[in-house]
C-alpha cells in the first residue's frame, strides 16, 4: 500500500492550500489517519489526525487554522490550511495508522513565504 500526498506549493502568508493524500488501495480498520510536517533542519512534528470515528486533534501551532478531514472508505485524507504563516513552510506527511502498522506518505512541499 502507498500513500500519495499531493497540494503543496508555493503561497503568501495568509494564503491557503489543501492538500490531499490518498491511497493506492482501501486500507481497512484504519483506527487515525494523520499529518506531519518537517522543517528544514528540524525534527518531524504532529499537525492533526482524525480518528476512524472521526474525532480530530490539532497541534497547538496550528489550531484555529487548519483542518484534517477524510474520506475513510477510500482511505483518502485531506488537510485544509488557511491564514499561512511562514513558520508552516516544511514537507507534508500524511500517516494512516492501522493496528500495529502505519503508512507514510511520501511528502508534498509547503512553502510559505514573506
Known amino acids: 500500500v502507498q500513500l500519495q500526498a499531493s497540494g503543496g506549493g508555493l503561497v503568501q502568508a495568509g494564503g491557503s492550500l489543501r492538500l490531499s493524500c490518498a491511497a493506492s488501495?482501501?486500507?481497512?480498520?484504519?483506527?487515525?489517519m494523520g499529518w506531519y510536517r518537517q522543517a528544514p533542519g528540524q525534527q518531524r512534528n504532529f499537525v492533526a489526525r482524525?480518528?476512524?470515528?472521526?474525532?480530530?486533534d490539532y497541534a497547538e501551532a496550528v489550531q484555529g487554522r487548519f483542518t484534517i478531514s477524510r474520506e475513510i472508505r477510500k482511505t483518502t485524507m485531506y488537510l485544509q490550511m488557511n491564514s499561512l504563516k511562514t513558520e508552516d513552510t516544511g514537507v507534508y506527511y500524511c500517516?494512516?495508522?492501522?493496528?500495529?502498522?502505519?503508512?507514510w506518505g511520501q511528502g508534498t512541499l509547503v512553502t510559505v513565504s514573506s
Open positions: 488501495e482501501r486500507i481497512p480498520g484504519i483506527k487515525v
Open positions: 482524525i480518528t476512524a470515528g472521526g474525532d480530530t
Open positions: 500517516v494512516v495508522y492501522r493496528g500495529t502498522s502505519e503508512y
